[in-house]
Nanobody, 126 residues
Framework: VQLQASGGGLVQPGDSLRLSCTAS????????TGWFRQTPRREREFVAH????????YHSNSVRGRFTISRDNAKNTVYLQMNSLKLQDTAVYYC????????????????????WGQGTQVTVSS
């Protein structure tokens, strides 16, 4: 499975962005998918996760109420709508997918994910 993240950019505080993560190869729509972010000073940080059916969604405390993860399986795409962006949201954002295996996993741990996209830069600056 290949993941292509896009939609990053340079915005001002309070602005919005929508990131997209498009999957190709394999049974692309059946992967639980997450978003993480990373800066040079911080380890990769969990942002949001959505199950492959879209029936369960999880957001980190730092983004809950501002960011929303969603998916369109017909388009093999997962979105991260980011509103009310803050300076501290500046990071490279990565999408990642979990190979279906029928077991449990910790959606907030990078090690749970089998496939990663290349990252898209989000810069929030005044």
């Amino acid at each position: 499975v290949q993941l292509q993240a896009s939609g990053g950019g340079l915005v001002q505080p309070g602005d919005s962005l929508r990131l997209s993560c498009t999957a190709s190869g394999g049974t692309s729509s059946r992967y639980a998918t997450g978003w993480f972010r990373q800066t040079p000073r911080r380890e990769r940080e969990f942002v949001a996760h959505i199950t492959w059916k879209g029936d369960n969604r999880y957001h980190s405390n730092s983004v809950r109420g501002r960011f929303t993860i969603s998916r369109d399986n017909a388009k093999n795409t997962v979105y991260l709508q980011m509103n009310s962006l803050k300076l501290q949201d500046t990071a490279v954002y990565y999408c990642a997918a979990i190979q279906p295996h029928g077991g449990t996993y910790d959606y907030s741990e990078p090690g749970s994910y089998d496939y990663w996209g290349q990252g898209t830069q989000v810069t929030v600056s005044s």
